[in-house]
């Protein structure tokens, strides 16, 4: 599991990259902005750690330029900035979880081992469709009678999960969990945040994203369109 590290700490940036070496994991690190976007651009890696305040570029610009690149790696932000806006403002920007500095080393590892087993789909099939709607589970895109909706990629995670679970109720920290790590408040306000957009998108071109709410319990997908 290859892990790239953009922190601009030289003795945190050690300590992560020995303690996730130990641990088995294949790590590269920078402590420089434009150089760590170029390398998760052009490199395969799993998961990146990501501090905000970097050298040349800051990280959340990082996390923008990867995200509409479309690369398919697990991002968790390591920072300093401890507001709930600046977590809900990493989450939104499509972060897959936020830990706030001074951490654990221990939740960190664990917080990883998480972002590695969440998002795998039982679907064997290329889409899932409703209606005229349609998931593309390899474009991952959403498509309105063959219309891109254009969802974030935080957006799109909502969706594929509760597309890939029709007939279940998913709470809102099983979404949380495959959303972004977390349980807590900010996590379940991002929820509705991506939701809320996706519905306004669907709307927009001319259909009803069929995910309901059951007050108290969570989201389901109505399929009977």
């Not at 040349?56 to 300093?80: C, H, M």
């Not at 679907?123 to 063959?146: E, F, R, Y």
């Not at 408040?185 to 994203?209: M, P, Q, T, W, Y």
């Amino acid at each position: 599991m290859k892990v790239l590290i953009i922190e601009d700490s030289t003795s945190l940036r050690r300590s992560l990259r020995v303690g996730l070496s130990n641990l088995g994991f294949t790590v590269d690190d920078t402590g420089d902005g434009s150089e760590g976007l170029s390398m998760a651009l052009a490199g395969n890696y799993s998961l990146l750690v990501l501090d905000l305040m970097l050298p040349t570029l800051s990280g959340t610009a990082i996390l923008k330029a990867i995200r509409q690149a479309n690369k398919d790696i697990r991002v968790l932000i390591l920072s300093a900035k401890d507001l709930t806006e600046d977590k809900v403002d990493g989450l939104l920007n499509g972060a897959d979880d936020y830990l706030t500095k001074p951490f654990s080393f221990d939740e960190l590892h664990v917080r990883l081992l998480c972002l590695m087993r969440r998002g795998s789909l039982n679907v064997n099939d290329s889409s899932i469709n409703i209606g005229a709607i349609s998931l593309d589970l390899h474009l991952k895109q959403l498509k309105c009678g063959g219309a891109d909706a254009n969802l974030t990629p935080n957006e799109y995670k909502v969706v594929e999960c509760l597309f890939s679970n029709q007939g279940k109720v998913i709470s809102p920290e099983k979404l949380s969990e495959y959303l972004a790590g977390q349980y807590d408040a900010v996590a379940k306000n991002s929820i509705e945040a991506h939701l809320s957009s996706a519905r306004k998108k669907v709307k927009a071109l001319g259909f009803d994203l069929p995910i309901k709410t059951k007050r108290g319990f969570g989201y389901f997908v109505e399929s009977d369109l």
